[in-house]
């Protein structure tokens, strides 16, 4: 089993408190990429966008739209309600959106796409971040099912026990390129104060085997 590509991010992120949004608040687009996976029974995008709060207050996101453009300038697909995650943001913390669609067009066809993503002043209960402690990503080329596999360990820095939390998975490659998203849950189990625990998922093989390394 050979390390596949650098995994760069994981922030586990929980419910907590809530609050009401404010007129300082600014949310940039700071990084996207598309993944269009093409089979026999019909093409696929993946769409994936990197999100900062640059403002001066905490904001809240709402649904945010996602646009694939094709060479000749149209629109090869798009969606209205797309999500963050996590989805509550601090200043100068991120977060990342991805959607899936169906493509009547080829790869070679796909040329931009856009992003955009506002904050809402509905009152909703925030996350919490924490950075991973330490995470890693794998190839087996011998598994079958699930080739690709990252696995990050997170510990509990809190005082509270934590329930119902999930991890934001951001790749790159080596190059400090960002490929691609994906989130993983934990429900109805408490993360004890202190205590390490370990996250896994897969990536989608038709997604990351976009990117394996030579």
């Not at 994936?48 to 090869?76: C, F, H, Q, S, W």
């Not at 999500?83 to 493509?103: D, F, I």
Request: with cysteine; net charge negative; hydrophobic share 40%.
């Amino acid at each position: 089993m050979k390390k596949l590509i650098a995994l760069m991010l994981a922030a586990v992120f929980c419910l907590s408190i809530a609050f009401t949004a404010s007129a300082a608040q600014e949310v940039t687009v700071t990084d996207k990429n598309f993944v269009i996976v093409e089979k026999d029974y019909g093409n696929y995008g993946y769409l994936y966008a990197r999100i900062e709060n640059t403002g001066d207050e905490p904001l809240y996101l709402e649904n945010g739209k996602m646009t694939l453009t094709d060479v000749n300038g149209g629109i090869a697909a798009t969606s209205d309600y797309v999500n963050a995650y996590p989805n509550y943001l601090e200043p100068g913390q991120v977060a990342y959106a991805y959607c899936y669609c169906s493509l009547d067009v080829s790869a070679a066809d796909c040329a931009d796409l856009m992003f955009s993503i506002k904050p809402t002043d509905k009152v909703y209960a925030p996350t919490r971040h924490f950075e991973a402690d330490a995470a890693e990503v794998y190839y087996d080329p011998e598994e079958t099912w699930y080739p690709y596999n990252a696995i990050c360990e997170l510990t509990n820095p809190t005082e509270d026990v934590i329930f119902d939390s999930g991890v934001v998975y951001a790749f790159y490659d080596e190059n400090d390129n960002f490929l691609f998203t994906e989130v993983t849950w934990m429900y109805n189990v408490g993360r004890i104060p202190g205590s390490p625990l370990l996250y896994q998922v897969f990536p989608d093989d038709d997604i990351a085997g976009q990117f394996t390394a030579a």
